[in-house]
């Protein structure tokens, strides 16, 4: 009775990574961090700006 997973149809090479699907999360993940860093800033702006602190 061995585990084996239903969406694996072959076993993964941890020692030659796929870099195609490496590089495409990490950049992902920079691209959404960069986009909620923007989103905040425009928020505080427009926060700051509705209540005269600016």
């Known amino acids: 009775a061995g585990s ?3 969406f694996t149809s072959t076993r993964t090479d941890h020692t030659h990574p796929n870099w195609l699907s490496v590089a495409l999360a990490f ?3 920079a691209f959404l961090w960069a986009l909620l860093f923007k989103q905040h800033s425009t928020d505080v702006h427009e926060y700051r700006v509705r209540n005269g602190l600016q």
Do not use: D, F, L, M
């Open 4 to 6: 084996r997973s239903a």
């Open 27 to 29: 950049g992902t993940s």
